[in-house]
């Protein structure tokens, strides 16, 4: 995507905002509240000097939303929690469980004693290996995300708008944390971020496919590649890299990528954090 207008970005904040809110908003300015979230954008766009008021009211929320999360369970103790994590092993291919059931189990045992065996002897296993590696990849990501959507330069939308999950430097971007792919070239990772987006974008899934701006968060622990996972959980430092990162940061055309998914080009603005010990 190119880079938007200001009326565009204006837009698309205004309708990321929940409609009880976007009426909540609307009514501390005047504006008329009735009919649909459309109709209300439509008197709002225009209105003179209103990005602060709605990069202030849009921050509020969120804060409001941390502070719901905080209520269910402090920052301190949550990061306690995910410490408790010793070992990251999925057990199950992401994605491939139902598959795997339907393959090894299901179709293939035909008596009842041995699919009961089998499950309690080692699906159970696997299927716990697989729900704490994604409870442990829920609750960092959270973490991490709240830290960038508190930053003066992040404005975080306040409800799901495809492939948009915060405002920097003024534009839109889908916010992915993940960790360097396996085998990809650590100094050209370093030295070529552009490099690293462009892969990215190229190796995505098909069923999650999308060509949106996109900022990536990437982890990696040089000495110990396997062990990046507990580098998410460091969050002294992935914090502080994410606060450097983002007080420098500036989205401009140079920002973007053209790259090829299914025999058709796509262009996007990407940004690349990549975050090492």
């Not at 200001?6 to 908003?25: G, H, M, Q, T």
């Not at 609307?26 to 000097?49: C, F």
């Not at 507990?230 to 606060?243: E, M």
Request: hydrophobic content about 35%; glycine content about 4%; charged content about 30%.
């Amino acid at each position: 995507m190119p880079i938007f207008s200001k009326r565009e970005v204006r837009n698309l904040k205004l309708s990321s905002i929940p409609l009880d809110k976007l009426k909540e908003f609307a009514s501390t300015i005047g504006i008329d509240i009735s009919g649909t979230a459309s109709r209300i954008i439509i008197k709002l766009i225009d209105v003179p000097n209103i990005d602060k008021k709605i990069d202030d009211f849009m921050k509020q929320q969120y804060n409001l939303k941390i502070q719901e999360r905080k209520n269910l369970i402090s920052d301190e103790d949550l990061k306690k929690e995910l410490h408790k994590v010793k070992d990251f092993s999925w057990g199950v291919i992401q994605g491939q469980l139902d598959q795997k059931i339907q393959t090894e189990y299901v179709r293939k045992i035909v008596r009842y004693d041995e699919l009961v065996n089998n499950v309690k002897s080692k699906l159970h296993n696997e299927i716990t290996s697989y729900v704490i590696c994604t409870w442990y990849n829920h609750w960092t990501t959270v973490l991490i995300e709240e830290h960038i959507s508190q930053h003066p330069k992040v404005v975080p939308t306040l409800k799901n708008i495809k492939g948009i999950d915060i405002f920097v430097d003024g534009q839109p971007f889908d916010l992915k944390t993940t960790y360097l792919p396996k085998d990809y070239d650590v100094e050209d990772a370093i030295k070529n971020p552009k490099n690293l987006a462009k892969w990215m974008y190229e190796n995505q899934g098909a069923q999650r496919f999308g060509a949106d701006n996109r900022l990536f968060v990437v982890l990696l622990d040089k000495n110990n590649p396997q062990e990046s996972w507990k580098l998410k959980r460091n969050f002294d430092l992935v914090f502080s890299k994410i606060d450097e990162f983002f007080d420098k940061v500036h989205v401009s055309t140079k920002d973007e990528i053209i790259f090829t998914y299914g025999k058709r080009t796509y262009t996007a603005i990407a940004k690349v954090l990549l975050i090492t010990n």
